[in-house]
Protein backbone atom coordinates (compact mmCIF):
# COMPACT_ATOMS: atom_id res chain seq x y z
CA UNK A 1 0.00 0.00 0.00
CA UNK A 2 0.99 3.34 -0.62
CA UNK A 3 1.69 5.86 2.06
CA UNK A 4 0.65 9.17 2.51
CA UNK A 5 3.32 11.55 3.67
CA UNK A 6 2.36 11.73 7.79
CA UNK A 7 0.51 14.87 8.76
CA UNK A 8 1.51 16.19 11.77
CA UNK A 9 1.56 18.08 14.65
CA UNK A 10 0.12 20.81 17.07
CA UNK A 11 1.15 23.81 15.00
CA UNK A 12 0.90 22.77 12.00
CA UNK A 13 -2.05 22.99 8.94
CA UNK A 14 -4.57 20.42 9.47
CA UNK A 15 -3.93 16.80 7.37
CA UNK A 16 -5.23 17.19 3.94
CA UNK A 17 -8.27 14.59 3.49
CA UNK A 18 -8.87 11.40 5.03
CA UNK A 19 -10.49 8.82 2.76
CA UNK A 20 -11.53 6.03 5.09
CA UNK A 21 -13.00 2.60 3.91
CA UNK A 22 -13.96 -0.66 6.40
CA UNK A 23 -15.36 -3.45 5.07
CA UNK A 24 -16.11 -6.42 6.62
CA UNK A 25 -13.47 -9.40 6.72
CA UNK A 26 -12.89 -13.54 7.86
CA UNK A 27 -11.81 -13.73 11.32
CA UNK A 28 -7.98 -12.75 11.07
CA UNK A 29 -7.47 -14.96 14.11
CA UNK A 30 -5.80 -13.02 17.42
CA UNK A 31 -5.48 -9.80 16.38
CA UNK A 32 -1.68 -9.12 18.27
CA UNK A 33 -0.23 -12.02 15.77
CA UNK A 34 -1.24 -9.58 12.74
CA UNK A 35 1.70 -6.53 13.58
CA UNK A 36 4.96 -6.67 12.32
CA UNK A 37 8.09 -5.30 14.24
CA UNK A 38 9.12 -2.51 13.59
CA UNK A 39 5.79 -0.68 12.19
CA UNK A 40 3.92 2.18 14.00
CA UNK A 41 1.92 -0.55 15.71
CA UNK A 42 -1.22 0.21 17.92
CA UNK A 43 -2.89 -2.00 19.76
CA UNK A 44 -5.84 -1.89 22.31
CA UNK A 45 -7.03 -5.48 22.95
CA UNK A 46 -9.23 -7.11 25.66
CA UNK A 47 -10.60 -10.71 25.60
CA UNK A 48 -9.34 -11.22 22.54
CA UNK A 49 -11.12 -8.62 20.83
CA UNK A 50 -10.41 -4.89 20.04
CA UNK A 51 -8.39 -3.07 17.59
CA UNK A 52 -4.66 -3.06 16.43
CA UNK A 53 -3.31 -0.72 13.54
CA UNK A 54 0.14 0.14 12.00
CA UNK A 55 1.30 3.26 9.36
CA UNK A 56 0.20 6.65 9.81
CA UNK A 57 -2.26 8.71 7.80
CA UNK A 58 -2.19 11.24 10.19
CA UNK A 59 -1.11 12.18 13.99
CA UNK A 60 -0.42 14.77 16.36
CA UNK A 61 1.65 15.57 19.02
CA UNK A 62 0.26 17.76 21.88
CA UNK A 63 1.42 19.09 25.06
CA UNK A 64 0.76 20.83 28.08
CA UNK A 65 -2.14 21.58 30.39
CA UNK A 66 -4.88 21.54 27.43
CA UNK A 67 -3.67 18.61 25.34
CA UNK A 68 -7.16 17.17 25.44
CA UNK A 69 -8.87 20.13 24.31
CA UNK A 70 -6.45 20.99 21.39
CA UNK A 71 -6.26 16.92 20.49
CA UNK A 72 -10.54 16.65 20.76
CA UNK A 73 -10.39 19.93 18.61
CA UNK A 74 -8.06 18.45 15.83
CA UNK A 75 -9.61 15.03 15.79
CA UNK A 76 -12.68 17.25 15.20
CA UNK A 77 -11.51 18.82 12.39
CA UNK A 78 -9.93 15.58 10.75
CA UNK A 79 -13.12 13.61 10.98
CA UNK A 80 -15.41 16.49 9.73
CA UNK A 81 -12.99 16.85 6.63
CA UNK A 82 -12.69 13.18 6.30
CA UNK A 83 -14.74 10.90 3.88
CA UNK A 84 -15.37 7.29 5.02
CA UNK A 85 -17.50 4.63 3.86
CA UNK A 86 -18.14 1.99 6.76
CA UNK A 87 -20.02 -0.93 6.09
CA UNK A 88 -19.48 -2.42 9.49
CA UNK A 89 -21.09 0.08 11.75
CA UNK A 90 -19.85 -1.16 15.00
CA UNK A 91 -18.10 0.60 17.56
CA UNK A 92 -14.09 0.76 16.70
CA UNK A 93 -14.93 0.29 12.61
CA UNK A 94 -14.98 3.88 10.18
CA UNK A 95 -12.05 6.15 10.80
CA UNK A 96 -10.31 5.63 14.20
CA UNK A 97 -6.93 7.53 16.47
CA UNK A 98 -5.36 5.91 18.74
CA UNK A 99 -3.40 8.10 21.86
CA UNK A 100 -1.71 8.44 25.10
CA UNK A 101 -1.42 11.37 26.95
CA UNK A 102 1.56 12.62 29.98
CA UNK A 103 -0.28 12.19 33.39
CA UNK A 104 0.93 15.60 34.45
CA UNK A 105 0.21 18.80 32.80
CA UNK A 106 4.06 19.54 31.91
CA UNK A 107 4.76 16.27 30.88
CA UNK A 108 5.65 14.73 27.56
CA UNK A 109 4.86 12.38 24.75
CA UNK A 110 1.19 12.99 24.65
CA UNK A 111 -0.16 12.09 21.12
CA UNK A 112 -3.07 11.18 18.47
CA UNK A 113 -2.25 8.75 15.39
CA UNK A 114 -4.60 7.96 13.03
CA UNK A 115 -3.18 4.45 11.63
CA UNK A 116 -3.12 3.50 7.98
CA UNK A 117 -4.61 0.31 8.53
CA UNK A 118 -6.72 -0.64 11.45
CA UNK A 119 -8.04 -4.21 12.56
CA UNK A 120 -11.12 -4.76 14.63
CA UNK A 121 -13.00 -7.76 16.23
CA UNK A 122 -16.16 -7.32 18.00
CA UNK A 123 -18.40 -10.21 19.20
CA UNK A 124 -17.65 -12.40 16.09
CA UNK A 125 -17.70 -10.04 13.47
CA UNK A 126 -14.48 -8.76 11.86
CA UNK A 127 -13.42 -5.79 9.97
CA UNK A 128 -10.32 -3.97 7.98
CA UNK A 129 -10.37 -0.55 7.83
CA UNK A 130 -8.23 1.43 5.48
CA UNK A 131 -7.01 4.87 5.46
CA UNK A 132 -5.17 7.42 3.44
CA UNK A 133 -5.58 10.32 0.93
CA UNK A 134 -6.98 8.11 -1.10
CA UNK A 135 -9.31 5.17 -1.32
CA UNK A 136 -6.82 2.06 -1.34
CA UNK A 137 -7.85 -1.89 -1.24
CA UNK A 138 -7.67 -3.83 2.18
CA UNK A 139 -4.18 -5.49 2.67
CA UNK A 140 -4.39 -9.57 3.01
CA UNK A 141 -4.12 -10.15 7.03
CA UNK A 142 -1.96 -13.22 7.80
CA UNK A 143 0.13 -13.80 11.03
CA UNK A 144 3.49 -11.96 10.37
CA UNK A 145 6.62 -13.19 11.80
CA UNK A 146 6.95 -14.47 15.74
CA UNK A 147 8.04 -11.99 17.72
CA UNK A 148 11.47 -12.45 19.53
CA UNK A 149 11.30 -12.85 22.69
CA UNK A 150 13.64 -10.71 24.77
CA UNK A 151 16.53 -12.05 25.97
CA UNK A 152 19.64 -10.47 28.56
CA UNK A 153 17.47 -8.51 30.81
CA UNK A 154 18.14 -6.91 33.99
CA UNK A 155 16.50 -5.06 36.41
CA UNK A 156 17.99 -2.26 38.20
CA UNK A 157 16.51 0.31 40.27
CA UNK A 158 14.49 3.54 38.58
CA UNK A 159 14.85 7.10 39.65
CA UNK A 160 14.27 6.56 43.32
CA UNK A 161 15.34 2.86 45.29
CA UNK A 162 13.14 1.40 47.32
CA UNK A 163 13.79 2.45 50.69
CA UNK A 164 14.43 5.91 49.81
CA UNK A 165 10.54 5.33 48.29
CA UNK A 166 9.60 4.29 51.39
CA UNK A 167 10.54 7.52 52.86
CA UNK A 168 8.61 9.25 50.34
CA UNK A 169 5.44 7.13 51.04
CA UNK A 170 6.02 7.84 54.83
CA UNK A 171 6.03 11.83 54.10
CA UNK A 172 3.12 11.68 52.34
CA UNK A 173 1.13 9.85 55.51
CA UNK A 174 2.75 12.53 57.73
CA UNK A 175 1.23 15.35 55.14
CA UNK A 176 -1.87 13.35 55.30
CA UNK A 177 -1.62 13.21 58.87
CA UNK A 178 -1.36 16.69 58.97
CA UNK A 179 -4.44 17.51 57.31
CA UNK A 180 -2.91 18.87 54.12
CA UNK A 181 -4.41 16.65 51.86
CA UNK A 182 -6.37 12.71 52.32
CA UNK A 183 -4.90 10.93 49.58
CA UNK A 184 -2.01 10.53 47.01
CA UNK A 185 -1.10 8.16 44.82
CA UNK A 186 2.87 7.97 44.73
CA UNK A 187 4.37 6.22 41.97
CA UNK A 188 8.21 4.67 41.42
CA UNK A 189 10.01 3.15 38.50
CA UNK A 190 12.11 -0.03 37.51
CA UNK A 191 14.19 -0.33 34.44
CA UNK A 192 15.00 -3.10 32.53
CA UNK A 193 18.15 -2.67 30.42
CA UNK A 194 18.28 -5.43 27.62
CA UNK A 195 20.62 -6.96 25.49
CA UNK A 196 19.07 -6.18 22.14
CA UNK A 197 16.36 -3.77 21.31
CA UNK A 198 13.05 -5.03 22.37
CA UNK A 199 10.28 -6.53 19.95
CA UNK A 200 7.12 -5.00 21.73
CA UNK A 201 5.12 -7.38 20.08
CA UNK A 202 6.53 -9.88 22.68
CA UNK A 203 5.38 -8.43 25.94
CA UNK A 204 1.88 -7.42 24.34
CA UNK A 205 1.51 -11.37 23.42
CA UNK A 206 2.14 -12.06 26.27
CA UNK A 207 0.16 -9.62 28.82
CA UNK A 208 -2.99 -10.42 26.37
CA UNK A 209 -2.50 -14.15 27.20
CA UNK A 210 -1.78 -13.41 31.01
CA UNK A 211 -4.42 -10.37 31.69
CA UNK A 212 -7.47 -11.19 28.95
CA UNK A 213 -9.56 -9.62 31.21
CA UNK A 214 -7.49 -6.22 31.30
CA UNK A 215 -7.15 -3.62 28.20
CA UNK A 216 -3.58 -4.66 26.40
CA UNK A 217 -2.36 -1.33 24.64
CA UNK A 218 0.72 -0.27 22.86
CA UNK A 219 0.98 3.24 21.25
CA UNK A 220 4.74 4.64 20.40
CA UNK A 221 6.39 2.95 22.60
CA UNK A 222 4.34 2.83 25.78
CA UNK A 223 2.61 -0.40 26.53
CA UNK A 224 1.33 -2.17 29.21
CA UNK A 225 -2.01 -4.12 30.50
CA UNK A 226 -4.58 -1.53 32.42
CA UNK A 227 -7.09 -2.93 34.28
CA UNK A 228 -8.70 0.07 34.77
CA UNK A 229 -11.30 1.60 32.22
CA UNK A 230 -11.39 5.57 32.58
CA UNK A 231 -14.28 6.25 30.20
CA UNK A 232 -16.05 4.44 27.86
CA UNK A 233 -18.41 6.02 25.83
CA UNK A 234 -20.57 3.88 23.30
CA UNK A 235 -23.86 5.98 21.54
CA UNK A 236 -24.49 8.09 24.63
CA UNK A 237 -23.81 5.52 27.22
CA UNK A 238 -20.76 6.27 29.57
CA UNK A 239 -19.09 3.55 31.69
CA UNK A 240 -15.80 3.93 33.72
CA UNK A 241 -14.32 0.93 36.04
CA UNK A 242 -12.79 2.72 38.76
CA UNK A 243 -10.20 0.87 41.02
CA UNK A 244 -8.43 1.88 44.09
CA UNK A 245 -7.80 -1.00 46.63
CA UNK A 246 -5.55 -3.58 46.72
CA UNK A 247 -4.31 -6.96 47.81
CA UNK A 248 -1.86 -8.97 46.77
CA UNK A 249 -3.03 -12.87 45.68
CA UNK A 250 -0.86 -15.89 47.13
CA UNK A 251 -1.56 -18.41 44.42
CA UNK A 252 -3.73 -20.60 46.82
CA UNK A 253 -7.25 -19.97 45.65
CA UNK A 254 -8.68 -20.45 49.23
CA UNK A 255 -6.73 -18.42 51.10
CA UNK A 256 -7.36 -15.46 48.05
CA UNK A 257 -10.79 -15.78 48.55
CA UNK A 258 -9.90 -15.21 52.64
CA UNK A 259 -8.01 -12.65 51.54
CA UNK A 260 -10.80 -10.81 49.10
CA UNK A 261 -13.51 -10.93 52.15
CA UNK A 262 -10.61 -8.77 54.12
CA UNK A 263 -10.29 -6.37 51.04
CA UNK A 264 -13.70 -6.32 51.10
CA UNK A 265 -14.00 -5.16 54.70
CA UNK A 266 -10.47 -3.14 55.16
CA UNK A 267 -11.32 0.39 55.78
CA UNK A 268 -8.26 1.78 54.92
CA UNK A 269 -8.83 0.38 50.99
CA UNK A 270 -12.72 1.76 51.44
CA UNK A 271 -11.52 5.05 52.17
CA UNK A 272 -9.12 4.58 49.18
CA UNK A 273 -11.34 3.70 47.16
CA UNK A 274 -14.29 5.80 48.31
CA UNK A 275 -12.04 8.92 47.19
CA UNK A 276 -11.62 7.59 43.53
CA UNK A 277 -15.08 6.58 43.00
CA UNK A 278 -16.45 10.21 44.39
CA UNK A 279 -13.80 11.83 41.56
CA UNK A 280 -14.92 9.98 39.03
CA UNK A 281 -18.91 10.55 39.87
CA UNK A 282 -17.96 14.25 40.64
CA UNK A 283 -16.25 14.61 37.16
CA UNK A 284 -19.51 12.97 34.98
CA UNK A 285 -21.65 15.22 36.85
CA UNK A 286 -21.96 18.19 34.26
CA UNK A 287 -21.66 15.84 30.88
CA UNK A 288 -24.25 13.00 32.31
CA UNK A 289 -27.96 12.39 33.69
CA UNK A 290 -28.68 9.21 35.39
CA UNK A 291 -25.61 8.30 36.95
CA UNK A 292 -25.44 4.82 39.07
CA UNK A 293 -23.23 4.46 41.57
CA UNK A 294 -23.27 1.12 43.08
CA UNK A 295 -23.32 1.23 47.10
CA UNK A 296 -20.19 -1.22 47.49
CA UNK A 297 -17.36 -1.82 45.71
CA UNK A 298 -17.08 -5.82 43.98
CA UNK A 299 -13.65 -7.38 44.37
CA UNK A 300 -11.86 -7.61 41.02
CA UNK A 301 -9.45 -10.84 40.74
CA UNK A 302 -6.87 -10.36 38.69
CA UNK A 303 -3.53 -13.06 38.38
CA UNK A 304 -1.38 -11.04 40.32
CA UNK A 305 -3.72 -8.55 42.74
CA UNK A 306 -7.28 -7.88 43.53
CA UNK A 307 -8.53 -4.92 43.44
CA UNK A 308 -11.12 -3.08 45.23
CA UNK A 309 -14.20 -1.87 41.76
CA UNK A 310 -16.91 -0.10 41.31
CA UNK A 311 -18.45 0.38 37.96
CA UNK A 312 -19.93 3.74 37.28
CA UNK A 313 -22.36 4.19 34.26
CA UNK A 314 -24.07 7.35 33.10
CA UNK A 315 -26.48 8.68 30.02
CA UNK A 316 -24.46 11.53 28.31
CA UNK A 317 -26.23 14.81 28.03
CA UNK A 318 -24.81 16.96 25.33
CA UNK A 319 -22.35 16.18 22.89
CA UNK A 320 -19.04 15.73 24.82
CA UNK A 321 -16.54 12.94 22.99
CA UNK A 322 -14.36 10.63 24.76
CA UNK A 323 -11.95 12.40 24.97
CA UNK A 324 -13.85 15.89 26.72
CA UNK A 325 -14.67 13.27 29.18
CA UNK A 326 -11.11 12.39 29.11
CA UNK A 327 -10.16 15.73 30.48
CA UNK A 328 -12.81 16.01 32.84
CA UNK A 329 -11.76 12.64 34.32
CA UNK A 330 -8.05 13.08 34.55
CA UNK A 331 -6.19 12.57 36.85
CA UNK A 332 -8.69 10.99 39.14
CA UNK A 333 -7.75 9.83 42.28
CA UNK A 334 -7.29 6.46 41.48
CA UNK A 335 -3.73 7.99 39.88
CA UNK A 336 -3.55 11.25 41.30
CA UNK A 337 -5.55 11.88 45.65
CA UNK A 338 -7.64 14.17 47.15
CA UNK A 339 -8.58 16.80 47.20
CA UNK A 340 -6.91 16.76 43.16
CA UNK A 341 -4.42 19.94 43.27
CA UNK A 342 -3.06 18.97 46.45
CA UNK A 343 -2.24 15.56 45.29
CA UNK A 344 -0.87 16.92 41.87
CA UNK A 345 1.43 18.93 43.69
CA UNK A 346 2.55 16.79 46.17
CA UNK A 347 3.00 14.13 43.31
CA UNK A 348 5.52 17.08 41.71
CA UNK A 349 7.27 17.62 45.14
CA UNK A 350 7.97 14.26 46.41
CA UNK A 351 7.83 11.81 44.07
CA UNK A 352 11.27 12.12 42.54
CA UNK A 353 9.56 10.39 39.12
CA UNK A 354 8.97 11.64 35.75
CA UNK A 355 5.99 9.52 34.93
CA UNK A 356 5.59 10.34 31.73
CA UNK A 357 2.22 8.47 30.44
CA UNK A 358 2.20 6.49 32.89
CA UNK A 359 -1.06 6.76 35.36
CA UNK A 360 -2.30 8.91 32.34
CA UNK A 361 -5.41 7.81 29.59
CA UNK A 362 -4.22 5.66 26.73
CA UNK A 363 -6.99 4.39 24.23
CA UNK A 364 -9.04 5.21 21.19
CA UNK A 365 -11.02 7.51 19.60
CA UNK A 366 -14.06 7.18 16.75
CA UNK A 367 -15.67 9.54 14.17
CA UNK A 368 -18.72 9.83 15.89
CA UNK A 369 -16.46 10.82 19.47
CA UNK A 370 -17.06 6.97 21.07
CA UNK A 371 -14.24 5.78 22.51
CA UNK A 372 -12.72 3.68 25.11
CA UNK A 373 -9.64 5.09 27.37
CA UNK A 374 -8.05 3.31 30.42
CA UNK A 375 -5.90 4.89 32.60
CA UNK A 376 -1.87 3.89 31.46
CA UNK A 377 -1.43 1.51 34.62
CA UNK A 378 0.25 -2.01 34.69
CA UNK A 379 2.51 -0.18 31.85
CA UNK A 380 6.46 0.55 30.70
CA UNK A 381 7.88 2.72 28.71
CA UNK A 382 10.79 2.00 25.70
CA UNK A 383 14.08 4.53 25.82
CA UNK A 384 17.25 3.89 23.90
CA UNK A 385 15.42 2.23 20.91
CA UNK A 386 13.89 -0.76 22.98
CA UNK A 387 17.30 -1.17 24.59
CA UNK A 388 15.48 0.01 28.35
CA UNK A 389 12.54 -0.25 29.59
CA UNK A 390 11.02 1.56 32.15
CA UNK A 391 8.26 -0.01 34.14
CA UNK A 392 5.92 2.08 36.46
CA UNK A 393 3.58 1.24 39.56
CA UNK A 394 2.37 3.26 41.60
CA UNK A 395 0.00 2.70 45.36
CA UNK A 396 -2.63 5.13 46.91
CA UNK A 397 -1.60 6.40 50.01
CA UNK A 398 -4.08 7.22 53.28
CA UNK A 399 -3.52 8.29 56.67
CA UNK A 400 -3.19 4.37 57.87
CA UNK A 401 -0.43 3.45 55.28
CA UNK A 402 2.42 1.65 56.18
CA UNK A 403 5.35 2.11 54.10
CA UNK A 404 6.40 -1.62 53.51
CA UNK A 405 3.54 -2.56 52.99
CA UNK A 406 2.92 -0.32 49.85
CA UNK A 407 6.45 -1.22 48.76
CA UNK A 408 5.18 -4.81 48.26
CA UNK A 409 1.97 -3.91 46.79
CA UNK A 410 4.12 -2.14 44.33
CA UNK A 411 6.12 -4.63 43.69
CA UNK A 412 2.77 -6.94 42.37
CA UNK A 413 1.74 -4.40 40.56
CA UNK A 414 5.02 -4.49 37.98
CA UNK A 415 4.87 -8.16 38.34
CA UNK A 416 3.06 -8.52 34.76
CA UNK A 417 5.08 -6.24 32.75
CA UNK A 418 7.86 -7.80 34.55
CA UNK A 419 6.98 -11.48 33.63
CA UNK A 420 6.02 -10.14 30.19
CA UNK A 421 9.68 -9.38 29.72
CA UNK A 422 10.86 -12.23 31.28
C1 LIG B 1 -1.64 3.43 40.54
C2 LIG B 1 -1.84 2.14 40.31
O1 LIG B 1 -2.99 1.49 40.66
C3 LIG B 1 -4.15 2.20 41.00
C4 LIG B 1 -5.29 1.36 40.54
C5 LIG B 1 -5.76 0.33 41.31
C6 LIG B 1 -5.40 0.25 42.67
C7 LIG B 1 -4.63 1.19 43.25
C8 LIG B 1 -4.27 1.09 44.68
O2 LIG B 1 -4.82 0.23 45.40
O3 LIG B 1 -3.41 1.86 45.16
C9 LIG B 1 -4.18 2.41 42.51
O4 LIG B 1 -5.06 3.43 42.84
C10 LIG B 1 -0.86 1.32 39.59
O5 LIG B 1 -1.14 0.16 39.27
O6 LIG B 1 0.24 1.83 39.27
Not at 64 to 91: C, I, K, L
Request: aromatic share 4%; charged share 25%; proline share 7%.
Amino acid sequence: MTSPPPVAAAASPLPSPLVARTVEVDDPGPLLALLHRDTDAVAWVHHGDGLVGWGRAASLSVDGPDRFDRAHRWWREVTRHSVTRDEVHVPGSGLVAFGSFAFADDGRGSSLVVPEVVVGRRDGRSWVTVVGTSISSPPSLTPTDPPQHPHGVELVDGSVDSDAWQDVVAEAVRRISAGQLDKVVLARDLVAELDTPLDVRSPLRRLARDYPGCWTFHVDGFFGSTPEMLVRLERGLVTSRVLAGTIRRTGDDTRDLALAASLARSSKDLEEHEYAVRSVAEALAPHCSSTNVPDAPFVLHLPNVMHLATDVTAVLRGDASALNLVAALHPSAAVGGTPTDAAVALIAEIEGLDRGRYAGPVGWIGAEGDGEWGIGLRSAQLEDEGRRVRLFAGCGIVADSVPADELAESQAKLVPVRDALA
